[in-house]
């Protein structure tokens, strides 16, 4: 009997947050929508089997699963950037389930997997699962610090038609560093960058505040679920201010303190 081997690959572990409230709250068409809009931008309508130019990409309950493996075949043929491609489509996928309602904490890593249609496991699975459970904390994706520190050293991670020091520039253009150290896709940011149509900038930011707001209105006691929208909150003003002054006719796509009354005592830079 043949050793089953484990491939190297790019990993995103996704929780999809406030799944069980949605579920309570919400009415079976409005579940359907978001659901749907999860399946779309997160690829799991694509149905690849990660050899192709997009990854393969699994649902479990309310976890998403994104591989790709650098030994993909479409990657040893004409490796196509496989990093900035999963960042930007992490960037993406979050921007875009921000209008409907959606917020997501996940973790991305390089590791050693084994999958099929029936199974996933390996150290590099478990590795991402453990950035999303234990150290992302906040509706963030955080990068594992062992890819950013060893990313330079693997061929397979980059373009074969770009210049590999814009390749990093591009990649460091959808990241950013926490107060924590941690790295993070930074899609408030970079989501706007992706917009064709400027009008849309505006109504994307107001729609990440009410995200932040349907998930704060009528709490008092700072607990879990408030310490997450305190740090989107600090993220999403900061995110708003690279984009717009903030004038009267812009006041509005800020969370203020009088709407948010926590933000006060917890002041903090994302």
Same mark, same amino acid.
């Given at each position: 009997?043949?050793?089953? @081997? =484990?491939?190297?690959?790019?990993?995103?572990?996704?929780?999809?947050?406030?799944?069980?409230?949605?579920?309570?709250?919400?009415?079976?068409?409005?579940?359907?929508?978001?659901? #749907?809009?999860?399946? *779309?931008?997160?690829?799991?309508?694509?149905?690849?089997?990660?050899? /192709?130019?997009? $990854? #393969?990409?699994?649902?479990? +309950?309310? +976890? %998403?699963?994104?591989?790709? $493996?650098?030994?993909?075949? *479409?990657?040893?043929?004409? $490796?196509? /950037?496989?990093?900035?491609?999963? @960042?930007?489509?992490?960037?993406?996928?979050?921007?875009?389930?921000?209008?409907? /309602?959606?917020? %997501?904490?996940?973790?991305?890593?390089?590791?050693?997997?084994? !999958?099929?249609?029936?199974?996933? !496991?390996? $150290?590099?699975?478990?590795?991402? =699962?453990?950035?999303?459970?234990? !150290? *992302?904390?906040?509706?963030?994706?955080?990068?594992?610090?062992?890819?950013?520190?060893?990313?330079?050293?693997?061929?397979?991670?980059?373009?074969?038609?770009?210049?590999? +020091?814009?390749? &990093?520039? !591009? &990649?460091?253009?959808?990241?950013?560093?926490?107060d924590d150290g941690l790295y993070f896709v930074d899609y408030l940011v970079a989501f706007p960058r992706n917009v064709t149509n400027p009008e849309r900038i505006p109504e994307f930011f107001e729609n990440s505040k009410k995200l932040i707001m349907?998930?704060? +209105?009528?709490?008092?006691?700072?607990d879990g679920v408030l310490s997450k929208y305190i740090w989107l909150s600090h993220y999403h003003n900061f995110a708003v201010g690279e984009c717009f002054e903030r004038v009267s006719d812009t006041e509005d796509m800020w969370v203020t303190e009088?709407?948010?009354?926590? @933000?006060?005592?917890?002041?903090?830079?994302?």
């Amino acid at each position: 009997m043949a050793q089953e @081997l =484990y491939r190297q690959a790019i990993i995103t572990f996704i929780d999809i947050l406030g799944f069980k409230e949605m579920v309570r709250s919400k009415s079976a068409s409005e579940v359907k929508r978001s659901l #749907k809009a999860i399946r *779309a931008f997160s690829g799991l309508d694509e149905k690849e089997d990660g050899d /192709g130019y997009l $990854p #393969k990409t699994v649902q479990f +309950s309310d +976890s %998403i699963i994104r591989i790709r $493996p650098l030994d993909a075949t *479409a990657n040893m043929e004409y $490796p196509y /950037g496989m990093l900035f491609h999963e @960042l930007n489509d992490i960037v993406l996928m979050q921007g875009e389930l921000v209008n409907f /309602g959606v917020a %997501i904490r996940g973790g991305i890593t390089i590791g050693d997997i084994s !999958f099929d249609d029936q199974l996933i !496991f390996g $150290p590099g699975f478990i590795r991402a =699962y453990e950035l999303e459970s234990s !150290f *992302a904390q906040h509706p963030r994706v955080v990068l594992d610090p062992k890819m950013i520190e060893n990313m330079h050293n693997d061929e397979r991670l980059f373009s074969f038609h770009n210049d590999r +020091s814009e390749e &990093i520039e !591009f &990649i460091r253009s959808q990241v950013r560093r926490g107060d924590d150290g941690l790295y993070f896709v930074d899609y408030l940011v970079a989501f706007p960058r992706n917009v064709t149509n400027p009008e849309r900038i505006p109504e994307f930011f107001e729609n990440s505040k009410k995200l932040i707001m349907s998930n704060v +209105s009528g709490k008092k006691g700072l607990d879990g679920v408030l310490s997450k929208y305190i740090w989107l909150s600090h993220y999403h003003n900061f995110a708003v201010g690279e984009c717009f002054e903030r004038v009267s006719d812009t006041e509005d796509m800020w969370v203020t303190e009088s709407e948010f009354p926590l @933000l006060a005592e917890m002041r903090k830079a994302p």
